[in-house]
């Protein structure tokens, strides 16, 4: 079966879209574009996620958003060549996330959305979508994230070997897959901060000239302030245990005016937080997959890995593990995510549960998304 997957993520950096062939087990990609957003929709998005704004500013973006996933599949499409597409995986763009039950008129409520309107890709495509997918999970008492680890799992599990397939986005995550392991002994969570701290800093240095820091240059134009990393890496987040998810509610603009607060140069704030994205990793790995499985290879994908200066510091806080993109193993390091879209929706296609409720601690495996009919 022919699937797209569609990923626009924390990062807020653009849509990525994927389409791969799915036989069996056997997963091909083999086409992959993104889309950057243009800065004005970027503006809007940021502004409705976990902030304060209106119910009619949200609907128009959440339709808005349908249309532009549509597009960005036509040109995938359009641009490669491809036919056939039989069905369509869209996570959507997350506005809210709360994994954790917190107290609400009088009952304790988990909550999440992700806006793009399926029913308008469905209606521009001709082709049923697969939406929603976090929804399903938390309903049994996961915490809606992560899901890739199941398909990090079909792709990379090993004999073995020890893996650790880590995901540096917004937000960075890793899923643990022990030597021949079986879906339930595969376990995942979120370190902390991706590439979003990094990002906003950037953007704030280049007073909007950059929404990243390319090459990990101006971090590597700075010094790291080893007091300031102790700090934050003191938050209690770092030593809960999995599963655990992190977003923009901990690492957003709250985050940033504290980093800005202790009027360190511009340069050494995106210095410190590029070693604190890689000491989070390192730390997560140490405290949590070590003392259950042998680390052997850290496979890496999502914009993260571009960053020369990131990659160096994990590298240093992990010298004992060997570091790889996952283009080494077939798939596109900046595809993975939409990769896994595209998979999670033929296996609800299918009918057959997705998440692992080792990495979201859900109370069962569970079939995943809603589906819109063409």
């Not at 680890?149 to 960075?172: E, M, Q, S, T, W």
Request: include cysteine; proline fraction near 5%.
């Amino acid at each position: 079966m022919r699937v797209a997957g569609i990923m626009s993520g924390t990062s807020l950096d653009g849509i990525d879209v994927a389409i791969v062939d799915i036989e069996g087990r056997r997963i091909r990609p083999i086409a992959f574009r993104s889309t950057p957003y243009p800065d004005a929709r970027r503006k809007a998005i940021l502004g409705v996620s976990n902030a304060t704004t209106t119910t009619a500013q949200i609907a128009r973006l959440h339709f808005l958003l349908g249309e532009l996933y549509a597009r960005a599949v036509q040109e995938t499409i359009r641009r490669n060549h491809v036919r056939g597409v039989e069905l369509i995986g869209c996570h959507g763009q997350t506005i809210y996330h709360q994994g954790e039950p917190e107290a609400f008129l009088g009952k304790q409520v988990a909550a999440t959305m992700q806006i793009g309107e399926a029913a308008v890709i469905s209606e521009r495509l001709g082709v049923p979508i697969v939406s929603d997918f976090r929804t399903r999970d938390m309903a049994a008492g996961g915490k809606g994230a992560p899901l890739v680890p199941y398909v990090d799992y079909l792709l990379f599990r090993h004999a073995k070997r020890g893996r650790v397939a880590l995901n540096i986005g917004g937000i960075a995550n890793i899923t643990a897959i022990p030597p021949g392991a079986q879906p339930g002994d595969v376990f995942a969570f979120d370190t902390g901060p991706g590439n979003m701290v990094i990002d906003a800093l950037t953007a704030e240095f280049t007073r909007g000239r950059q929404h990243f820091d390319r090459g990990g240059r101006l971090a590597a134009g700075g010094k790291v302030n080893r007091a300031l990393l102790d700090t934050l890496l003191a938050d209690p987040y770092y030593r809960q245990r999995p599963p655990k998810t992190a977003g923009r509610e901990q690492y957003g603009a709250e985050f940033i005016a504290k980093l800005k607060q202790t009027e360190l140069p511009l340069r050494d704030l995106i210095a410190t937080s590029t070693a604190l994205t890689a000491a989070a990793i390192a730390s997560g790995i140490e405290r949590f997959v070590r003392p259950r499985m042998p680390v052997d290879e850290m496979i890496a994908s999502g914009g993260g890995v571009h960053n020369t200066t990131l990659m160096g510091y994990m590298q240093a806080f992990l010298p004992d593990v060997r570091i790889a993109r996952s283009d080494e193993y077939g798939i596109d390091a900046d595809a993975k995510e939409a990769v896994a879209f595209a998979v999670l929706a033929y296996e609800t296609w299918r009918g057959r549960s997705s998440n692992l409720p080792s990495a979201t601690g859900a109370r069962r495996a569970v079939v995943l998304g809603k589906i819109t009919p063409a």
